[in-house]
């Protein structure tokens, strides 16, 4: 219990800070938040879920954000579009009526009756569908990567083509 | 030939398709010769493997399942049944197919963005299979709108041509509004079912309630009507002629609007006990068949002329359904892809050639192209019904049921026989044997000893069909015995007291219902004759085409008012629309609120 | 108040905290950054949920495939960052309001 408090007061500095800072450091407090919650996923007795959610939300997140924030810049804007007292009322409003919603509720859940498979039955037996959906999306976010960044090599090509054609 | 192959044969007929659709899109536009044969090569692999589909050690009977993946327990398993319905469709979908994609390489030469064009039409004909094949209705309903996706890919392929675009976009519209129809009937079953077969449908339907079977009869009926193009939601059809004609042979003609009476015929036992159900059915069917065969007589555009014939041709179709004549039209709907896909494959190398649709501005192309012209004659008299092509057995078994169930509907359908004769003879007059009129002598002056030369690709496909519909109804008799054999749901409603053997015989021949369609087709185009004789113009006018051509109009009407409706509202709607990013989130956020207050209030 | 009330309150502590990040930014970045933060929440709240069921494993696959998904998104919208950077040359979310540029 202790632990679980502790571990959860340090997401939420680290989200905090995530949303108050520059691009490149809020990439690193994101990356402490992914490793926190996968501490967290693993104390919950989900190991497998807990690999996964740091190796890719801490390692593979971190290093794209680090890659795209090198491409683009990192200064920080001007203050938001929206004026602050609208948006703390609005988050006010949607975490108070969650809370609202879910914590009474939570002491009157049961146990399931039925067992629960292993995961290695339940992923590659039940939710099938599943993983070929996901194997379907991952293919189309490598076709859509590749056509998003293959426009940049043919513009080059054809503003240097241009330039050659105006001299 | 062993049934262990049978899983793989599936897969053959529909992965192989899409395999060449996805390695045929990544090569490069710049290699035509290269996407000719691998779109060729991809087509053919599949129409062999749906061929040894019809071998007999590969029947299975509806409730048989030939493969499936399992998927979990929520949808059930991702099944095929290869029984006689669906093999026969594959197979006219994947043969037809293939010669539409040689055909393409004579036509579509020297075109732009080929790739795109094979990868379409490929995934077409992967989806098409798969969608007769599919057990799972489910899976039959990503089929369908995967099929309704290309067809409207595919029409707009020209898409730097504004009508093409429009008429893309009209067909998706209606077509996905009879998918909306066959989901609410899909969800509606599953509601009640133990789980999503097709072969469970058939063979529990009969304990689900009387109103909830009604309303899924009618929304498979309204899928049905949209996918088929049957009156009253035609429309799309005729304006879905501006894709590039091998589109036009096989996904207007062969293939996709035959996707809606599948349906039909897969579903008919099921429904059969719904009142009105059969009733409203054969009347769609009658007036698709003499609406559209009307107005066919009044276009003066080859191609529109054809659309029109295919609409009317359906609606036999439909009608034969209606009626119970399962198997009769099948058999209707197999030689009617062949001719008409030969009809339009030849109309296709007309206009390759002249570069014109324009029925006016053609003339003489009996000396000029009689490579083109002998088919073309071939698949009309097809269409028409004259004896011995597969039009003629097709149309007189239909005709005979006809016969046997109604009178009244036998006797429309007989008009409709005549009225069919009438406009293939004026369309076979205006393009083959006339001068053009004096107002469009430009292209094709009558002294002019050129003979175009049509590429050798288009010729062979053109080749083959005819050689099919010369021969192909032999198959009539093997083709009964085994729809029998394998459709236990349709059982009661296939050949009902005939005899398989005798359907091909003198007893069709000299029965009345034949002699009577046969003495009123040779009446129309006595009647055409001697029009022609008596110096009419070849346009035809008075009030009965009036008539006609007014429900035309006020359809299309509906349907644009329908569309201006939506573009106003969207027009209120757009001043919200600020297009910055956090804007669109406070969006977000007050509906995230709203819904977690009335989840708050329900609680 | 129990270890599960505890979880969820925090869990839907990092939710608002990640709305607020989605409301107030202006840098693209910053939104991705936000976005990740929200899922984060959710993947934490079903493997909380699941543990309190006793379905945990049914959990586990479910939220492989919501960090699949998600991971595929935060791709897709990081090329299309970097596109925008290329064409218009700037990251601001109040310039970017039309399609054209």
Excluded at chain 2, 67 to 85: K, S
Excluded at chain 2, 131 to 152: D, K, Q, R
Excluded at chain 2, 542 to 565: E, H, K, T, Y
Excluded at chain 3, 25 to 53: D, E, N, P, T
């Amino acid at each position: 219990m202790a632990i679980t408090i502790f571990l959860l007061v340090g997401a939420v500095v680290c989200a905090i800070l995530a949303v108050r800072s520059k691009p490149l450091v809020a990439a690193l407090w994101l990356a402490g938040l992914s490793a926190i919650a996968a501490i967290l996923i693993y104390l919950l007795g989900a190991p497998q879920v807990a690999v996964i959610e740091l190796s890719v939300g801490a390692g593979l997140i971190t290093v794209l954000l680090a890659f795209a924030i090198s491409m683009a810049e990192d200064e920080s804007m001007p203050s938001s579009l929206i004026p602050q007292p609208l948006a703390w009322f609005l988050v006010l409003l949607a975490g108070g009526l969650l809370v609202w919603l879910i914590l009474p509720e939570i002491p009157n859940v049961s146990q399931q009756v039925a067992a629960d498979a292993p995961f290695v039955v339940q992923i590659w037996d039940n939710r099938l569908l599943d993983l070929i959906v996901q194997i379907v999306i991952i293919l189309a976010g490598v076709l859509g990567v590749l056509s998003l960044l293959g426009e940049t090599s043919k513009e080059t090509h054809t503003e240097e083509a241009s330039m050659e054609g105006l001299r | 030939m062993y049934r262990e192959f049978l899983p793989y044969l599936i897969f053959l007929t529909i992965g192989t398709p899409w395999i060449g659709a996805f390695i045929v899109w990544v090569t490069s536009d710049n290699r035509p010769r290269a996407l000719n044969f691998l779109a060729s090569a991809f087509s053919l692999i599949a129409a062999i493997a749906a061929l040894l589909l019809l071998d007999q050690s590969q029947w299975t009977a509806t409730n048989e399942v030939s493969f499936q993946l399992p998927m979990g327990p929520f949808i059930g398993d991702m099944t095929f049944v290869a029984d006689g319905l669906g093999v026969y469709l594959a197979v006219i979908a994947t043969v037809i197919g293939s010669l539409t994609v040689i055909f393409s390489i004579g036509y579509m030469a020297g075109s732009a963005q080929l790739s795109r064009y094979y990868a379409l039409v490929l995934l077409f004909i992967g989806s098409m299979c798969g969608l007769v094949l599919s057990g799972n209705l489910l899976f039959l309903f990503l089929f369908w709108e995967a099929t309704a996706f290309c067809s409207y890919a595919l029409i707009s392929f020209h898409n730097d041509d504004p009508k093409a675009v429009a008429a893309g976009i009209k067909a998706l519209i209606i077509t996905q509004l009879g998918g909306v129809g066959l989901l609410i009937g899909i969800v509606i079953a599953a509601a009640n079912l133990p789980d999503l077969q097709v072969s469970t449908f058939l063979a529990q339907s009969g304990s689900l309630p009387s109103n909830i079977l009604a309303v899924i009869a009618f929304s498979f009926l309204f899928a049905a009507i949209a996918k088929s193009a049957q009156v009253p939601l035609h429309v799309w059809l005729p304006d879905a002629m501006e894709a590039p004609t091998p589109v036009s042979a096989l996904i207007h003609a062969a293939t996709m609007v035959n996707a809606g009476v599948y349906l039909l015929a897969r579903f008919y036992p099921s429904f059969v006990p719904v009142t009105g159900w059969t009733t409203i059915v054969i009347t769609v069917g009658i007036l698709s068949a003499l609406l559209a065969a009307g107005m066919a007589i009044m276009s003066n555009d080859l191609k529109r002329v054809l659309a029109y014939s295919t609409v009317s041709q359906l609606g036999y179709m439909v009608t034969g359904v209606g009626i119970g004549a399962i198997f009769q039209s099948q058999f209707y709907l197999f030689s009617h892809s062949i001719f008409k896909a030969l009809l339009f494959l030849g109309a296709g190398a007309i206009i390759h050639e002249l570069g014109t649709r324009d029925m006016r501005e053609m003339g003489n192309l009996w000396k000029r192209m009689p490579q083109v012209a002998i088919p073309f004659l071939i698949g009309a008299a097809a269409l028409v019904g004259l004896p011995f092509f597969n039009g003629y057995w097709s149309k007189e078994l239909l005709i005979e049921a006809a016969f046997e169930y109604n009178l009244v509907v036998f006797g429309l359908l007989v008009i409709g026989a005549g009225i069919t004769a009438f406009y293939a003879s004026r369309m076979c007059w205006m393009v083959f044997f006339t001068k053009p009129q004096a107002a469009f002598e430009s292209f094709a002056p009558v002294s002019s000893p050129h003979r175009p030369h049509v590429h050798w690709s288009m010729l062979l496909a053109i080749f083959i069909l005819a050689i099919n519909v010369l021969f192909a109804w032999l198959t009539a008799g093997r083709f009964a015995l085994w729809l029998r054999a394998v459709l236990p749901y349709h059982a009661p409603y296939i050949l009902h007291g005939h005899d398989p053997a005798t359907l091909i015989s003198w007893a069709t021949i000299f029965s009345i219902s034949a002699l009577a369609t046969l003495s009123v087709t040779i009446l129309a185009i006595g009647a055409w004759w001697w029009r022609v004789r008596s110096d009419r113009p070849a346009d035809v006018s008075g009030r009965m085409s009036l008539a006609i051509r007014w429900l035309d109009f006020a359809f299309n009407r509906s349907v644009s008012g329908i569309a201006s409706v939506t573009m106003s509202a969207a027009g209120l709607l757009q001043k919200t629309q600020t297009g910055q990013l956090n804007w669109n989130t406070v969006g977000i956020a007050m509906a995230l609120i709203a819904l977690l207050i009335i989840l708050v209030g329900i609680r | 108040m129990s270890v599960t009330q505890a979880l969820f309150a925090g869990i839907i502590f990092i939710l608002a905290i990640g709305l607020y990040g989605l409301l107030a930014s202006r840098h693209l970045i910053k939104v991705v950054i936000s976005l990740q933060i929200m899922v984060k929440s959710a993947i934490l709240a079903l493997i909380a949920a699941g543990q309190a069921v006793g379905q945990i494993n049914l959990a586990q696959s479910v939220a492989l495939t919501v960090i699949v998904v998600d991971t595929i998104a935060a791709v897709l919208a990081l090329a299309l960052i970097v596109q925008i950077k290329h064409h218009t040359g700037g990251l601001d979310a109040a310039e970017l309001n039309r399609l054209k540029h």
